[in-house]
Structure formats: structure tokens, C-alpha cells
């Protein structure tokens, strides 16, 4: 999807804070123009007061859902029904849930067969099941500090670099090789796009950078090649496993 596709944005007001509205709405338009923005949940119960003034600041739409039943939550049901008729009324090319709640993994799941690109945004306690039903999913815990330290280094700090651990660097390595032509040099956006598919909460802001490309050369594994780019003037990056590494792995 592009930045000029439209998109459905739905947030479950029941199991969202409000306080990264703002960012959340802005990592959004990276994916896509959102020409519908509803949030769902019962305004008439006093948690979701902070929610009123964000959203005429954002332009989303509250919906209106009653809780019928104690215990049951009839939000979901409402979400549910919507991103349904949204879906056959063919105005939008993707969707963004906005959910913490693994009750949408089947919308997730529906969305996808219907063709159309899902984006989630949740809590790290998100469950996985509904996290890889979408096709990328983001977690609000990076958008915050994101907004808290206003990309003030651009370069991870080494603390960060700790939480890349073997099976991340695994994941990096059957990917390149994946892709990898006879030399083992492997076209590092092909690389990105792959690690999405494969692991669709994988986001290399969540290790501290904010592109793949220093991620990458964090890791001393990895050799990385820019060469020309005949149809722009950006420069094409490609990555290989060092020999040396490589050697040692065929032997394991």
C-alpha cells in the first residue's frame, strides 16, 4: 500500500489510551490516506473522557455502543459489523485496527482474504495470534517514547542494541539467505519487505533505530554494499552475511 491508497482507521476506544492519539495518526498516514477515522465504545461511561477532545482534534468519529450485556463486549461487535460493510462499500484499499483486543484476529484474518492490507496498532501486551493476522503491526510503547524523545538520536543507543538477541539475528540471516543471489548480497529492501512477512511486529524502532540500514551495521555480522541506482539518484543498499560467519554457520 501506498501513501495515496485510502484507508479505514477503527480504534476501540474500549482497549486503547488515549494519549498517542496524535502519533498514531501520524505513523497512520505513512500507510495510507485515512478518509474514515472511527473510534467505538460507551461515551456515557466516565473512562473514556479523556478520548472527547482528541478526537475533534483529529477529526475521528465517535460511535456510540451501549454495553447490553455485563461481561460481554458489544464494541467489538460494532467494530466487527463496520469494517464489514466498509469493506464491501470498495471506497478503501486497507484498514487500521486500532486494538490491543486478540477478539479481531478473525477480522484480521477476513480483511486479508477480501485483498485488503491491515496495519494493527496495539500494546506490547497485545496477543500474538492477532498481532501476525496483520500484515504489519505496530506497538504504541514505540510511538511514545518516539514522541518523548523527538527522534533526538537518530543512531540507537548501545543500550538498546542488547535487546537484538540470537533469534532476531537468526531471523536477519535466513531472510538475506533467502533472497541472497549466487554471491550472497541480498537487495536490503527486498530484506525489509521479507522480515514483515515473516514477522509482521518486527520493527527495527523497536531495537532503537529508526531504519533497517543501521540496525544492520549494528550487528557485526553483515556486510553492507550501496551501488548506483541508474532510475535515481539514491543509492541501492544491499547486504551479505560476512564469509566469516557464514563459513561458521554451514559448520553448526
Known amino acids: ?4 491508497s485510502n484507508m479505514a482507521v477503527l480504534i476501540d476506544g474500549d482497549n486503547i489510551p488515549s494519549a498517542q492519539v496524535k502519533e498514531m495518526m501520524e505513523e497512520i498516514t505513512k ?8 473510534i467505538y465504545g460507551d461515551w456515557t461511561r466516565p473512562g473514556l ?18 454495553a447490553y450485556t455485563t461481561g460481554k463486549n458489544a464494541t467489538d461487535s460494532a467494530m466487527i459489523i463496520d469494517a ?9 484499499d486497507g484498514f487500521c485496527l486500532v486494538s490491543s483486543d486478540s477478539d479481531f484476529t478473525r477480522l484480521a484474518t477476513r480483511l486479508r482474504e477480501a485483498g485488503m492490507q491491515v496495519i494493527g496498532i496495539g500494546e506490547k501486551k497485545t496477543p500474538n495470534p492477532f498481532i501476525v493476522a496483520c500484515d504489519k503491526f505496530i506497538y504504541i510503547e514505540i510511538l511514545k517514547k518516539l514522541s518523548e524523545e523527538k527522534v533526538e538520536n537518530k543512531e540507537s543507543n548501545t543500550s538498546e542494541v542488547d535487546l537484538i538477541t540470537k533469534k532476531e539475528i537468526n531471523l536477519i540471516s535466513t531472510t538475506i539467505k533467502d533472497l541472497s543471489d549466487e554471491e550472497g548480497w541480498a537487495f536490503l529492501g527486498d530484506v525489509g519487505s521479507l522480515l514483515q512477512k515473516k514477522r509482521p511486529n518486527f520493527d527495527s524502532r523497536n531495537y532503537g533505530f529508526e531504519k533497517l ?24 543498499i544491499f ?14
Open 239 to 252: 547486504v551479505k552475511i560476512k564469509e566469516k560467519h557464514s563459513t561458521k554457520s554451514k559448520r553448526s
Open 49 to 66: 473522557t479523556k478520548w472527547k477532545n482528541l478526537l475533534l482534534e483529529n477529526a475521528i468519529t465517535p460511535i456510540q455502543q451501549y
Open 213 to 236: 540500514t543501521p540496525l544492520i551495521k549494528s550487528i557485526d555480522l553483515y556486510e553492507i554494499e550501496q551501488r548506483e541506482n541508474q532510475k535515481s539518484k539514491h543509492k541501492l
Open 1 to 4: 500500500m501506498n501513501s495515496n
Open 31 to 38: 500507510y495510507g490516506n485515512p478518509t474514515i477515522k472511527r
Open 84 to 92: 464489514m460493510d466498509i469493506l464491501y462499500s470498495g471506497k478503501v
